[in-house]
């Protein structure tokens, strides 16, 4: 268990509709990652936050956005979904990006279905 | 921009056989490199990692060596196990000069390792 925690396990829904996936941080992580797994990308880095401000872009749809709130949990939102959005999502944190202690942690993913 | 290139997969093999998978990249600067794997089902889990040239990360029998002068960062296992079965990703991160690697990584594309007893 990475202490990293993502909800929903599973999510499944039509295309044109808009969905939010949550990101818990380990404890004491100040920065939340978020990649898309998908079958023809791979593992492609989307967004970065870092206690709470955006700080690094990555190939992010404009269709999507995230954003990190007081308490450290991260949300991407997804809209205008399409069939080609279908991966598997993760999230992942580091305590700080500059240092050392810089490893990221894994959360155990979001699988999204658009139909 | 940074890339990392992965041997092929799938990789079949049976119980206590050597084990190699190619990793090579293309970075600026002086990236950090990392083994991750991923179990079915599972989120990625860090396998070893290397932030400087020369130095050999190494954990759970696994080993890689970070190779500047072949941009390159195999990774390698003596005697595998049926538990080894997973996906494994190589990825970089930038980093300085110093060791310290920082911001999004840069993955590869998997490989799948399968062993059978």
């Known amino acids: 268990d990475s202490g990293v925690t993502q909800t929903p396990k599973h999510l499944i829904t039509a295309t044109g509709q808009r969905v939010t996936l949550r990101c818990s941080p380990r404890?004491?992580?100040?920065?939340v990652y978020w990649y898309q797994q998908s079958l023809d990308q791979g593992l492609q880095f989307l967004i970065q936050?870092?206690?709470?401000?955006?700080?690094a872009k990555g190939n992010i749809l404009e269709r999507f956005s995230a954003q990190q709130f007081p308490d450290l949990h991260s949300e991407l939102n997804l809209s205008s979904l399409e069939l080609g959005d279908s991966a598997l999502y993760f999230c992942a944190s580091s305590v700080d990006y500059w240092t050392s202690a810089y490893e990221q942690y894994f959360g155990p993913g979001t699988r999204l279905t658009v139909t | 921009g940074n890339s990392v290139t992965q041997m092929e997969g799938p990789v079949t093999l049976s119980e206590e056989a050597f084990l190699t998978i190619n990793c090579t990249y293309t970075a600026t600067g002086y990236p950090s490199l990392f083994w991750y794997v991923q179990y079915p089902g599972e989120g990625l889990q860090l396998l070893l990692k290397a932030t400087k040239a020369d130095d050999k990360g190494s954990n759970k029998g696994f080993e890689a060596t970070y190779r500047k002068e072949t941009t390159s960062f195999h990774l390698e296992k003596g005697s595998v196990q049926v538990s080894d079965s997973a996906v494994y990703f190589c990825?970089?991160?930038?980093?300085?000069?110093?060791?310290?690697?920082?911001?999004?990584?840069?993955f590869g594309q998997g490989t799948i390792l399968t062993v059978h007893p």
């Open positions: 990825a970089l991160s930038d980093g300085d000069a110093g060791g310290t690697s920082y911001g999004k990584l840069t």
């Open positions: 936050y870092y206690n709470g401000e955006e700080r």
């Open positions: 404890s004491g992580d100040l920065s």
